[in-house]
């Protein structure tokens, strides 16, 4: 029986994002394959977060180009990638906060392509005269990564409902980094 990998690190990722203590027995479990099948496709958990991490990057990518960051204002942009990260959320939350990724001092170079691609969406609403300058364009994306794992969790913890929540991310993040007209 051949073990479909991303399914197995879909299945890590939700017991994960739940629960961060989660034992390689409990994913191999989940993912309806033994322990000795876990360790065959990830030597350990060191392999295991890293293999998740490459498909939070991927997937993430792939909102990021779903939600057009280029195209129409800022502010259109940032909704539009609020709504696309949404499905990858839980998966996020649990990545920006496993500090077992930085242990080694190498960060992944694709966590600074997707930062990137992020400070020049701030960057763009605050060039053009949308969003606040007062703000660094990498606390406003640090601000992002934060809102979104603190609405996945919320999600997940059925304080907020689900259908609530990109616009909840969306209105407070823009009404915290909109440029006041009023002086």
């Keep these: 029986m051949a073990v479909d990998r991303e399914q197995v690190l879909k299945e890590a990722a939700a017991l994960l994002t739940r629960r961060a203590t989660t ?6 479990r989940a993912a309806g394959i033994s322990r ?3 360790h065959r496709h990830f030597a350990g958990r060191d392999a ?3 293999a998740l991490e490459d498909l939070g990057i991927e997937q993430f990518t792939q909102a990021m ?3 057009r960051l280029d195209d129409g204002d800022a502010a259109d942009a940032l909704r539009r990638l609020i709504a696309e990260a949404e499905p990858v959320a839980g998966v996020l939350a649990f990545l920006f906060t496993e500090n077992q990724l930085f242990e080694s001092g190498e960060i992944n170079a694709g966590w600074a392509r997707l930062d990137d691609r992020i400070n020049a969406l701030f960057r763009r609403g605050q060039e053009q005269g949308d969003f606040r300058i007062d ?4 606390w406003l994306t640090e ?3 934060g809102l979104i794992g603190a609405g996945a969790w ?3 913890e059925g304080r907020v409902a689900r259908n609530d929540l990109n616009h909840s991310i969306a209105e407070l ?3 915290g980094i909109r440029r006041s007209m009023e002086k």
């Design 23 to 28: 034992s390689m027995d409990e994913i191999a």
């Design 36 to 38: 000795a099948t876990l």
């Design 48 to 50: 295991l977060i890293r």
């Design 65 to 67: 180009d779903a939600a």
């Design 135 to 138: 703000l660094s364009s990498a």
């Design 143 to 145: 601000a992002f990564y």
């Design 154 to 156: 919320a999600v997940h």
């Design 173 to 175: 993040l823009l009404g």
